[in-house]
């Protein structure tokens, strides 16, 4: 009786978060408004990275190449070909996923650091090619593309919060299905998960196809909001890791984890810059190392430690 | 030209039952001339073992010999250069490892590896993930139940928080999952109490008697082949005895060079 109390509780709260969330851009100002969508961008790419890596344990330096990739494709689809926002961002994810399929089938047999450094150089070498004389026909060169998409703030807005709320609802589903299981036995053992007939190959791939898709995704929305896209902004490896230092601040390897990173980050990001343009670098990096010695396993990871949270891994 | 492994079955030495000429055994699993290693450094030049119906192996030798090689190489875990496996008459050599689970030979890996985080139930779940059907999963989970009642009352239980025997018994439990035709166990006692070693053969006893034979690598010699119907002896790699159990046990060179006297 009483768990089940508990659930409509949670479901009811749920509802109404949801509600005060989409009814947003009635009351809120366009700055707040700016703000929550940079926390949903960051909450897709920080959920998206966690997806793969923070299940695999392979830690993914591209994630700038996922969103660089879908970013160009959908501005290319939506600036040179006008075609239709909505339908361009699901193009861009769909490349990227498909690639990745290819770079994972590759790369996914190396493991640690040489898989890290591997989409480094990844991402690195695409921005590189992106910039040259070779593929300018095409992407423009280093100078960039910039465009107009006709959408509105708030059109944006509910665009991102639906994929946010999507790629945390596939994290929290993933998670507590049995192939979240085949992915955590691949993290703690890999050899092990193989000796039960885990292919843990084919596992990696999909994971990390479907991380790339909703990460792309998010990269296409993000270079929509800012009309514009260039090869040094979109495979900027701030990109890669700023998502990364969210989710190990929020927990890694959690579902929620990595959206407590993100809004979290993010406003202390926003309070910092605004109030101590000087010295906000130097403070963030204070409150980082602060947040490694003593909370590990992040904020999520520390909660569910000090029994403040069940130790499920659906949160 | 002869095969290289022809050579090394001739100076083995086999002991035979006196009065009979040859033990017949009937193979489930069959390894011939088996070369393997990690890489270019190679373990194994040429081990030729077999498994019978019903029977449990036991697979000794000094530390470095190569016993445990010989368990990743037949799973899958390890590239064979040269030899041949064959599993219910069909060859499984270099097969991949998720193959040659859906064929029905679980491996019970080195160290208990249980996954920390997870519970008693999701390890059974992910032992029997190779099953398609429902209903065939839930007679595997009923069955490693009855082999293992106290698993269910702790089946919400983390591996974590569970002693060392219990999680070497829960590593069993979830390679019974996929109901195998072959159990490989590598050092099951490794690291347990004389208790929970008695306690672990007990139930790989029962899990033969219930018609799955074992072929287990062991570095408490003398115990495991107490157990043993067959026996081998591996050293720097190649066969160097083989036999029946208790005639290993018997066997004066085995006893001076592996049982300590």
Same mark, same amino acid.
């Given at each position: 009786?009483?768990?089940?109390?508990?659930?409509?509780?949670? /479901?009811?709260?749920?509802?109404?978060?949801?509600?005060?969330? /989409?009814?947003?851009?009635?009351?809120?100002?366009?700055?707040?408004?700016?703000?929550?969508?940079?926390?949903?961008?960051?909450?897709?790419?920080?959920?998206?990275?966690?997806?793969?890596?923070?299940?695999?344990?392979?830690?993914?330096?591209?994630?700038?190449?996922?969103?660089?990739?879908?970013?160009?494709?959908?501005?290319?689809?939506?600036?040179?070909?006008?075609?239709?926002?909505?339908?361009?961002?699901?193009?861009?994810?769909?490349?990227?996923?498909?690639?990745?399929?290819?770079?994972?089938?590759?790369?996914?047999?190396?493991?640690?650091?040489?898989?890290?450094?591997?989409?480094?150089?990844?991402?690195?070498?695409?921005?590189?090619?992106?910039?040259?004389?070779?593929?300018?026909?095409?992407?423009?060169?280093?100078?960039?593309?910039?465009?107009?998409?006709?959408?509105?703030?708030?059109?944006?807005?509910?665009?991102?919060?639906?994929?946010?709320?999507?790629?945390?609802?596939?994290?929290?589903?993933?998670?507590?299905?049995?192939?979240?299981?085949?992915?955590?036995?691949?993290?703690?053992?890999?050899?092990?998960?193989?000796?039960?007939?885990?292919?843990?190959?084919?596992?990696?791939?999909?994971?990390?196809?479907?991380?790339?898709?909703?990460?792309?995704?998010?990269?296409?929305?993000?270079?929509?909001?800012?009309?514009?896209?260039?090869?040094?902004?979109?495979?900027?490896?701030?990109?890669?890791?700023?998502?990364?230092?969210?989710?190990?601040?929020?927990? /890694?390897?959690?579902?929620?984890?990595?959206?407590?990173?993100?809004?979290?980050?993010?406003?202390?990001?926003?309070?910092?810059?605004?109030?101590?343009?000087?010295?906000?670098?130097?403070?963030?990096?204070?409150?980082?190392?602060?947040?490694?010695?003593?909370?590990?396993?992040?904020?999520?990871?520390?909660?569910?430690?000090?029994?403040?949270?069940?130790? /499920?891994?659906?949160? | 030209?002869?095969?290289?492994?022809?050579?090394?079955?001739?100076?083995?030495?086999?002991?035979?039952?006196?009065?009979?000429?040859?033990?017949?055994?009937?193979?489930?699993?069959?390894?011939?001339?088996?070369?393997?290693?990690?890489?270019?450094?190679?373990?194994?030049?040429?081990?030729?073992?077999?498994?019978?119906?019903?029977?449990?192996?036991?697979?000794? =030798?000094?530390?470095?010999?190569?016993?445990?090689?010989?368990?990743?190489?037949? =799973?899958?875990? $390890?590239?064979?250069?040269?030899?041949?496996?064959?599993?219910?008459?069909?060859?499984?050599?270099?097969?991949?490892?998720?193959?040659?689970?859906?064929?029905?030979?679980?491996?019970?890996?080195? =160290?208990?590896?249980?996954?920390?985080?997870?519970?008693?139930?999701?390890?059974?779940?992910?032992?029997?993930?190779?099953?398609?059907?429902?209903?065939?999963?839930?007679?595997?989970?009923?069955?490693?139940?009855?082999?293992?009642?106290?698993?269910?009352?702790? @089946?919400?239980?983390?591996?974590?928080?569970?002693?060392?025997?219990?999680?070497?018994?829960?590593? $069993?439990?979830?390679?019974?999952?996929?109901?195998?035709?072959?159990?490989?166990?590598?050092?099951?006692? $490794?690291?347990?109490?004389?208790?929970?070693?008695?306690?672990?053969?007990?139930?790989?006893?029962?899990?033969?008697?219930?018609?799955?034979?074992?072929?287990?690598?062991?570095?408490?010699?003398?115990?495991?082949?107490?157990?043993?119907?067959?026996?081998?002896?591996?050293?720097?790699?190649?066969?160097?005895?083989?036999?029946?159990?208790?005639?290993?046990?018997?066997?004066?060179?085995?006893? @001076?060079?592996?049982? =300590?006297?």
């Amino acid at each position: 009786m009483g768990k089940k109390f508990e659930r409509t509780q949670i /479901i009811i709260g749920f509802i109404l978060f949801m509600a005060f969330l /989409i009814s947003i851009p009635f009351f809120a100002s366009d700055y707040w408004m700016t703000l929550l969508v940079l926390i949903l961008i960051y909450t897709v790419y920080a959920s998206g990275w966690n997806l793969f890596s923070g299940l695999t344990g392979y830690t993914n330096f591209g994630l700038a190449w996922f969103i660089g990739i879908s970013g160009y494709l959908s501005s290319i689809l939506i600036a040179d070909y006008q075609w239709f926002w909505l339908l361009a961002w699901p193009m861009g994810g769909l490349l990227v996923s498909i690639l990745s399929m290819g770079v994972g089938y590759i790369l996914l047999r190396i493991k640690g650091v040489y898989f890290a450094i591997s989409m480094v150089a990844l991402t690195e070498g695409t921005r590189e090619l992106f910039g040259t004389g070779y593929l300018e026909p095409i992407t423009h060169g280093g100078k960039g593309i910039p465009f107009v998409a006709g959408i509105r703030l708030p059109t944006l807005y509910w665009s991102i919060l639906f994929l946010a709320f999507a790629t945390v609802f596939i994290c929290y589903k993933i998670t507590s299905s049995r192939f979240g299981l085949r992915l955590v036995a691949i993290r703690e053992d890999e050899q092990a998960a193989e000796t039960l007939g885990i292919h843990t190959t084919k596992e990696k791939i999909i994971a990390f196809a479907l991380s790339a898709f909703l990460v792309g995704l998010g990269g296409a929305i993000h270079c929509t909001y800012q009309n514009y896209i260039d090869p040094n902004y979109a495979f900027n490896i701030q990109l890669t890791l700023t998502p990364i230092v969210m989710t190990l601040f929020g927990g /890694i390897g959690t579902v929620f984890g990595p959206v407590l990173g993100a809004t979290l980050f993010t406003f202390i990001h926003e309070i910092l810059w605004a109030e101590l343009t000087l010295l906000y670098m130097a403070i963030f990096g204070a409150i980082l190392m602060i947040l490694i010695l003593f909370f590990p396993q992040g904020l999520l990871g520390w909660m569910k430690e000090k029994g403040i949270l069940p130790k /499920i891994r659906k949160i | 030209m002869k095969p290289c492994w022809s050579i090394i079955l001739e100076d083995k030495n086999i002991l035979v039952d006196e009065g009979k000429v040859e033990i017949k055994r009937d193979n489930l699993l069959f390894i011939e001339g088996l070369v393997s290693g990690y890489g270019k450094m190679e373990i194994l030049h040429g081990v030729s073992l077999s498994v019978g119906k019903g029977e449990i192996v036991g697979l000794i =030798g000094p530390n470095g010999a190569g016993k445990s090689t010989v368990l990743k190489a037949v =799973g899958g875990l $390890l590239k064979i250069t040269s030899g041949k496996v064959v599993f219910l008459g069909e060859e499984i050599t270099n097969h991949p490892p998720y193959q040659i689970v859906e064929k029905g030979m679980a491996f019970n890996p080195q =160290g208990r590896v249980v996954f920390p985080e997870m519970t008693v139930q999701e390890h059974l779940d992910l032992g029997a993930w190779t099953i398609k059907e429902r209903k065939q999963k839930e007679e595997a989970l009923e069955r490693v139940y009855q082999l293992f009642p106290w698993l269910r009352e702790k @089946r919400k239980r983390r591996a974590a928080q569970m002693s060392g025997g219990e999680q070497q018994m829960l590593s $069993l439990a979830r390679a019974m999952m996929i109901q195998p035709k072959l159990l490989l166990l590598d050092e099951p006692s $490794l690291g347990l109490s004389p208790k929970w070693v008695q306690t672990v053969f007990e139930k790989i006893v029962e899990i033969k008697n219930s018609g799955i034979p074992c072929l287990i690598v062991e570095q408490k010699a003398a115990m495991i082949l107490e157990y043993s119907d067959y026996g081998y002896v591996l050293e720097m790699g190649k066969n160097r005895f083989e036999g029946k159990g208790h005639d290993l046990l018997q066997n004066p060179d085995v006893r @001076r060079l592996y049982l =300590g006297g």
